[in-house]
Every structure is written in structure tokens, then in C-alpha cells.
């Protein structure tokens, strides 16, 4: 079993920066897909990025793309979010998610058997 622990939400003004973690625990990261997903007010949770066990493919949502970015530390067992130019639009609780077998579908949540409880991040304009 995995759990997955998020932190580093909180209230920003527009075009300032966060950076989130996750910390795993109950197996390595380094044989996980590890995701970032968010869940607007009203809205159905949408994909933001993943990357692979591997940590050689990082994807990205189009609406992120040059602002967030997605690392991991293998020895701390933590995966980041580091999101830059936060825009109101960004305002969600963000979860990480991970899962231990392998699919190529990287935007479906449904992919993902292991989430976070969460993290709310408010971008004020």
C-alpha cells in the first residue's frame, strides 16, 4: 500500500509561485508513475503532469506547460510541483497520485490507484 502525503498549498497573488510535495511512503517512488492532478470549485479533477518510474517522460497539461514543472527526488521519496505565472485560474485543490503498473494513458485519473488527501492552492487576482 502507498500513501501519499501532499503539502506546501496556500494563498498567492497572481504571478507569484508555489511549490508543492508529495512524500510517499509504503514503496519507492523510483517504481512509480507519480501524477499531479487538480480539482477546481464545481469541476471535475483534471490532469496537470506526470512523469514515469523512471523519470525520463514528464507530461504536461497545455494550460500549465512553461509555467509548472515536475520533478522528483528519489532518495527523499518526494515528488515536487513547482508552478510559477500562477494565474487565477489556477485555484484547486491539487493531488498527487501514483500507480504501480504501467499504462500510457497519463491524463486519465482512472490510471491512478494511489491519491494524496490534497492541497489547496489560491491564486488571488
Known amino acids: 500500500q502507498v500513501q501519499l502525503v501532499e503539502s506546501g498549498g496556500g494563498l498567492v497573488q497572481a504571478g507569484g509561485s508555489l511549490r508543492l510535495s508529495c512524500v510517499a511512503s509504503?514503496?519507492?517512488?523510483?517504481?512509480?508513475?507519480m501524477g499531479w492532478f487538480r480539482q477546481a470549485p464545481g469541476k471535475e479533477r483534471e490532469f496537470v503532469t506526470a512523469?514515469?518510474?523512471?523519470?525520463?517522460?514528464?507530461y504536461y497539461a497545455d494550460s500549465v506547460k512553461g509555467r509548472f514543472t515536475a520533478s522528483r527526488d528519489n532518495a527523499k521519496n518526494t515528488v515536487y510541483l513547482q508552478m510559477n505565472s500562477l494565474k487565477p485560474e489556477d485555484t484547486a485543490v491539487y493531488y498527487c497520485?501514483?500507480?504501480?503498473?504501467?499504462?500510457?494513458?497519463?491524463?486519465?485519473?482512472?490510471?491512478?490507484?494511489?491519491w494524496g488527501q490534497g492541497t489547496q492552492v489560491t491564486v488571488s487576482s
Open positions: 497520485a501514483a500507480r504501480n503498473f504501467i499504462s500510457s494513458r497519463w491524463f486519465d485519473r482512472s490510471q491512478y490507484n494511489y
Open positions: 509504503g514503496r519507492t517512488i523510483s517504481s512509480l508513475d
Open positions: 512523469n514515469n518510474w523512471r523519470g525520463d517522460s514528464t
